[in-house]
């Protein structure tokens, strides 16, 4: 019954900003995570960022750290990714996540069940 869709893609310059947003339906409350991943031409899916809906708590991969931002909006159910200071290994797919962590961290693909269609990122130069 949860269902999660991602939007906001688009193509900007080297150093330009977009703005990832995730809606995620059919979930009672806030006691899951929510994650966004990111797959790049020819690699594998990785685990950029992640957020407790409920405490908002965030998460980072160490390529991120003091460029994206995660939030969230409890009231709508929505996870942000504020992308700032774009550059070409930002380029790619990326993947909005929910679920409730059973087992397995908070950037790891297989932790997560449910997930959105993905919204693709271009950046040029």
């Known amino acids: 019954q949860v269902t999660v869709a991602e939007s906001g893609g688009g193509s900007v310059l080297t150093g330009g900003s977009l703005r990832l947003s995730c809606v995620a339906s059919?979930?009672?409350?806030?006691?899951?995570?929510m994650a966004w991943f990111h797959q790049g031409p020819g690699k594998e899916r990785e685990g950029v960022a992640a957020i407790h809906m409920s405490s908002g708590k965030t998460y980072y991969a160490d390529s991120v750290k003091g460029r994206f931002t995660v939030s969230r909006d409890i009231a709508k159910n929505t996870m942000y990714l504020q992308m700032n200071g774009l550059k070409d290994e930002d380029i790619g797919m990326y993947y909005c996540a929910a679920g409730w962590l059973g087992q397995g961290s908070t950037l790891d693909a297989p932790a997560y069940k449910f997930w959105g269609q993905g919204t693709q990122v271009t950046v040029s130069s």
């Open positions: 059919g979930y009672t409350g806030t006691s899951y995570f």
